[in-house]
């Protein structure tokens, strides 16, 4: 199993950026992906989740930490297995290292991933640094 990370960079105050995070081995369709982030010298914390809506499995449902509600979008291309971060509106204090993340047990439950700490996940993307700043 291995997550690639693609995207981020250095971006203005409200500017926006998209990050990538393309599965192999491990069909993000039917599970869970969550993004993470870490700023510098801070813990790493959950920042959004994309997992399958159970009743309806051609839907898939989102869920968002409060910081980036409304500014981040979290979505999936089925087709190259590929789970994508929109973030717009950046600020200043969003600048961090962003991490997708899943788990072979939990990770098919954003509850889960949402409330556990960083460490119990066991499957990570190598991390990319996202900058805000003027």
């Known amino acids: 199993v291995q997550f690639v990370q693609y995207g981020g960079g250095l971006v203005q105050p409200t500017g926006f950026l998209r990050l990538s995070c393309a599965a192999s081995g491990y069909a993000v369709v039917d599970r869970g992906i969550s993004w993470f982030r870490q700023a510098p010298g801070k813990d790493r914390h959950w920042a959004a989740c994309?997992?399958?809506?159970?009743?309806?499995?051609?839907?898939?449902?989102?869920f968002y930490a409060d910081s980036v509600k409304g500014r981040f979008t979290i979505s999936m291309d089925k087709s190259r297995n590929t789970v994508h971060l929109q973030m717009s509106d950046l600020k200043p204090e969003d600048t961090a290292v962003y991490y997708c993340?899943?788990?072979?047990?939990?990770?098919?439950?954003?509850?889960?991933?949402?409330?556990?700490?960083?460490?119990?996940?066991?499957?990570w993307g190598q991390g990319t640094h996202v900058n805000v700043s003027s």
């Open positions: 993340a899943s788990d072979p047990v939990f990770g098919a439950s954003c509850s889960e991933m949402s409330r556990r700490h960083a460490s119990e996940l066991g499957l």
């Open positions: 994309i997992t399958y809506n159970e009743p309806l499995p051609f839907e898939h449902l989102t």
